[in-house]
């Protein structure tokens, strides 16, 4: 009954269909673009800046516009980029790389081990503000840059000769291959820089280094890509022409979809799987993702400063329910932060996870109770989260169990995602948010560091200590099997403490129309366009 009521709210408050009639017409690309994909990109990129972004829209693109030592095949292995080859110390500490002697900009300078260099000091620099800089404390030096007690020349970065660039850890590192395809590790132009500044990352401006290059970008409406002929694999780049769609309501990128005008959709609605399915079922892929959904309470304020009130209300969500019905698209329900199918690591689990539904319940309210709500005294609460209808279905399903779970009045809020990422560094503005996290390699280190007390992206306020030791012990760590045991602990960590409620693991949801070929499925959910290939039969 209790499933049966929470989906009838949803469907009356949600409408998601999408009439075939309902499509908008016309296309994107000329004669002059040769052979185009169309792809959505989900939301507006903040920032087409490398070491400044810190969204996965952002980071499709960079994909295609530039890249980093090392890089990734349609399946996510990962293999030479720029860099041809490398070599590294017995201790693991020392890496040192040598690059393509044919690396080009999109400009037809050469890159060289300076640009590599110059990246990565910048993305350590407090003056770059990235939120991501700790991805790269395994770097010697790096941490304390970042903290502003060593200066960006401090980085364990050198230049051997224009071709070879050195790299020194602060501690073995067994991702560090796979983090050198993350954006923050990639070249920057130094010229343009020093011309530009922080806004060098506009067409016309922006100077990159991988297989396309910025050429358009139109706000809330499209971003173009060409061939890069400077690039150094150019003659396996099948595609001229790639435009980027910002496609934040996900209906009209179905719609779109349908009408011809996208080629490779970012995601599409949940409400809409078993009709893609059913009537699409050649072009729908839906794999497995290192992704996690999940919501975010801000620690640090009253009332969800109490331990006791975060736990009731995440063991007052029906996770399965969630997962099946309301996300309803292949999803699975997360009792815990790190997704299966990670490398080398089994995860952790809330230690009610296999509670059956009763004694969920009565803990969940016993919790509320002694955190001191009851039915005369609900407590009221805000839920932020960005425009988007799937979004807005599971919000106002978590909303009416907790309604119906524990009498909790909650108040919906949605905002666009460059002012969600905003009101997130706010904590007085915002409660409970809506969020998640996307592995940047393939490494449950991904999820756990983020949570380390002064890292960019912990935005709910979480603070241990022994958490904190736990992620040092971990960075040091050469056995597998003891450092997944220490991920592991740490992971329980961080959920014992209720700083964020997760309720779901991805997986990867895209439209491929029949004719665009080369797609691979992998968990790390990364399509280069560079990989793909459009063969139209009437080509």
Known sequence: MQRCRILFIVSCLVLSACSPNDVPQGGAGNAADG????????????????????????????????????????????????????????????????????????????????????????????????????????????????????????????????????????????????????????????????????????????????????????????????????????????????????TEDIDAELRRYRAGELDFTFQFPASQFEWIAENLPGELRNEPYISTYFYGFDTTEPPLDDVRLRQALSMAIDRHVIARDVAGAGQIAAFGLVPSGVDHYAGARYAWAELDDAARLAEARRLYAAAGYSTDNPLQIEVRYNTSDNHARIAIAVAAMWKQNLGVETQLLNEEWKVLLQTRLQPSAWQVMRFGWTGDYNDAFTFLEIFESTHGQNFTGFADAEYDRLLDRIATERDTEVRADLMAAAERRVLDAYAVLPMYFYTNKHLVKPYVHGYRANIMNHTYSRHLRVVRNSD
Request: proline share 6%; glycine share 8%.
């Open 35 to 246: 052979v185009v994909l169309r792809r959505g990109s989900g939301g507006e990129p903040d920032t087409l800046d490398p070491h400044r972004n810190e969204e996965t829209s952002g980071a499709d693109i960079l994909r295609d516009l530039y890249e980093g030592l090392t890089t990734e095949t349609a399946d996510a292995r990962v293999v030479p980029g720029t860099a041809e080859s490398w070599t590294v110390s017995a201790d693991g500490l020392v890496y040192t790389f040598s690059l393509r002697p044919d690396a080009r900009w999109s400009n037809g300078d050469r890159v060289i081990a300076d640009d590599f260099v110059a990246g990565l000091r910048r993305t350590v620099d407090p003056a770059t503000a990235s939120t991501y800089a700790e991805i790269l404390y395994p770097i010697e030096n790096a941490e304390a840059i970042v903290n502003g007690e060593l200066p960006p020349t401090a980085l364990g970065v050198r230049v051997l000769d224009a071709t070879t660039l050195e790299i020194r850890l602060a501690a073995p590192t067994p991702y560090f291959l796979s983090l050198l395809s993350h954006g923050t590790t990639y070249p920057i132009h130094r010229p343009s820089l020093a011309e530009h500044g922080n806004a060098f990352a506009r067409p016309g401006r922006l100077v990159s280094n991988g297989a396309y290059a910025l050429t358009e970008w139109v706000v809330q409406s499209h971003i173009q890509l060409r061939r890069n002929g400077h690039y150094w694999d150019r003659d396996n780049v099948r595609i001229d022409t790639v435009y980027y769609y910002a």
